[in-house]
């Protein structure tokens, strides 16, 4: 009853412009948020090395084939590189100086022997546990990381062979035994592989281990930085790309697509975000002047009530679980909305090549839920406050 005396005189036009916002920003706040943590975290889930991470190397050229132009990097190259305003570290790759060859040392494989290189990074650039990637001198295995490419050429050996293929969950399940020779000495250390890489060519090891072999059976002279890893700014793709470009530069292509893909894709979502947030915004003033019209055209009817005994109290609580239904529709109709939506892009994302998680993040869940008790306590302040100042006109 004193719902039909409070709101049968107020156009529903401004009301339905906040709902229509309120709805669109709701779908736009959740789609991006969703898709920015799921596409972040494609790239983190096919590789280990940690987020905006990528190997360049100079490029070679028929002058670095006849020696006249080097391709390692010296100290001052790589400060210049470190000191740019899109870098958060970089970091030289370190290289083996001695003989190694890999072999298969279990049943479960196939007998297969390799000479290899070996690089060395530091946890901090991996999406491994520090204390996974570690090594002492007394340690049963040496922790490894092996590129994909390795495991393509092994499987391709044991087909040709007639004999069973690996999986990687199989790889890193069974062992393998690094052979170590130089300075007129060699030893063997036992190998578990414990992720794998697609933009990094050689087997990754803990540096103790690279280390401990370059002192014992390699030539420290001939070592040279021929790679670095960099870690960039969110968003900042681009400006390295520009530089790699002007400074004779180079990386995986594959990690380049990539990277691309993902920076931009990034930087669209972030926008999208603050889209959705002024939109928001915008709906809820939007609603609360609503909230003050509706008060003020009724401000007959709120001091008739408050004179026969109804409360302040009681007179926000009514208006306020008015609106409380009005945003709870508009969020549920939203998240279907949104599931519809996210189907779609999921969609044709796979049919882009690009295959992230299809669940439901919950960050973006939590994130409507905020925005929406933001909105209700808005309205819950503003509402208690407009009938307050209609009691004290009532005097």
């Not at 210049?80 to 100086?97: A, G, R």
């Not at 092996?146 to 690996?166: D, K």
């Not at 281990?209 to 420290?220: E, P, W």
């Not at 679980?321 to 044709?348: G, M, P, R, W």
Request: aromatic share 10%; with cysteine.
């Amino acid at each position: 009853m004193i719902e039909k005396i409070l709101f049968k005189k107020q156009s529903k036009v401004q009301l339905y412009i906040a709902i229509l916002g309120t709805f669109i920003g709701f779908i736009f706040l959740t789609t991006s948020v969703h898709f920015f943590i799921r596409i972040n975290e494609s790239k983190k889930n096919e590789d280990v090395l940690k987020g905006k991470a990528i190997v360049i190397q100079k490029k070679v050229s028929s002058l670095s084939t006849l020696n006249l132009v080097k391709t390692d990097f010296n100290p001052d190259e790589i400060e210049k590189l470190n000191s740019q305003d899109f870098t958060l570290e970089v970091q030289p790759i370190i290289n083996n100086s001695f003989d190694i060859s890999i072999q298969t040392d279990s049943k479960l494989l196939p007998y297969f022997r390799s000479d290899i290189f070996l690089q060395a990074v530091d946890a901090r650039f991996l999406d491994v546990s520090s204390i996974k990637w570690q090594w002492d001198e007394n340690d049963a295995y040496v922790p490894i990381i092996l590129p994909r490419e390795f495991l393509v050429m092994l499987n391709t050996f044991a087909n040709a062979r007639g004999l069973p293929q690996v999986s990687e969950e199989l790889a890193k399940s069974v062992s393998f035994q690094f052979n170590l020779s130089g300075n007129s000495q060699k030893t063997s250390k036992k190998v578990k592989i414990i992720g794998f890489t697609g933009d990094i060519s050689s087997i990754l090891v803990p540096p103790s281990f690279l280390n401990y072999g370059n002192d014992k059976f390699g030539d420290q002279q001939s070592l040279k930085t021929t790679q670095l890893l960099v870690s960039i700014q969110e968003g900042t793709f681009g400006k390295l790309e520009q530089y790699m470009q002007s400074h004779g530069l180079e990386a995986k292509e594959s990690s380049l697509v990539i990277g691309k893909l993902i920076s931009v894709t990034s930087s669209l979502l972030l926008i999208l975000m603050g889209i959705s947030a002024l939109i928001l915004l915008l709906s809820s003033l939007v609603l609360i002047q609503y909230t003050q019209v509706l008060i003020a055209h009724n401000h007959y009817e709120i001091r008739t009530l408050l004179r026969i005994g109804y409360s302040p109290q009681k007179i926000t609580k009514i208006i306020t679980k008015y609106f409380i239904l009005i945003i709870a529709f508009t969020a549920l109709f939203s998240c279907i909305a949104f599931v519809f939506l996210k189907i779609t892009i999921d969609k044709k994302l796979l049919d882009s090549g690009l295959t992230i998680s299809k669940t439901l993040t919950l960050q973006s869940g939590l994130v409507l839920l905020f925005v929406v008790l933001i909105y209700l306590v808005l309205n819950y302040l503003n509402t208690k406050k407009e009938v307050f100042n209609a009691e004290e006109s009532k005097s």
